[in-house]
């Protein structure tokens, strides 16, 4: 989760910042969407993520307390769609902070 806070932080803050500063207000529209979409985008994903963190709180305890060694959770469809949803959002704000001019949000 550490991860998905700094993440956030950081789109939030450019897209922010790209909005102060944009003077098109087609492409302000467009900035202010973005953010609305990002922001449904994360509350999803931290709900399923919770969601499966309390389905799972026994067995990421007793693996994170060395008491076993290996689990194999299986994710129902919302959270299996959440965690790409994450893993998307991860690589797409690498690209964004190789390639500010590309700002763009593809969420799932």
């Not at 956030?8 to 973005?34: G, H, M, Q």
């Not at 994903?45 to 076993?68: A, C, D, T, W």
Request: net charge neutral.
């Amino acid at each position: 989760m550490p991860k998905l806070k700094a993440t956030e932080r950081f789109i939030r803050d450019t897209l922010v910042s790209r909005i102060e500063r944009c003077y098109d207000p087609a492409e302000k529209l467009s900035l202010k969407n973005l953010k609305i979409e990002f922001e449904l985008e994360t509350v999803m994903i931290r709900m399923n993520l919770k969601h499966l963190m309390r389905r799972y709180s026994v067995e990421l305890f007793e693996f994170q307390e060395g008491k076993k060694d290996d689990a194999l959770l299986e994710l129902q469809a919302e959270e299996a769609v959440a965690i790409e949803s994450l893993r998307r959002l991860y690589l797409r704000t690498h690209e964004w902070q190789t390639d500010r001019e590309g700002l763009r949000y593809d969420g799932g």
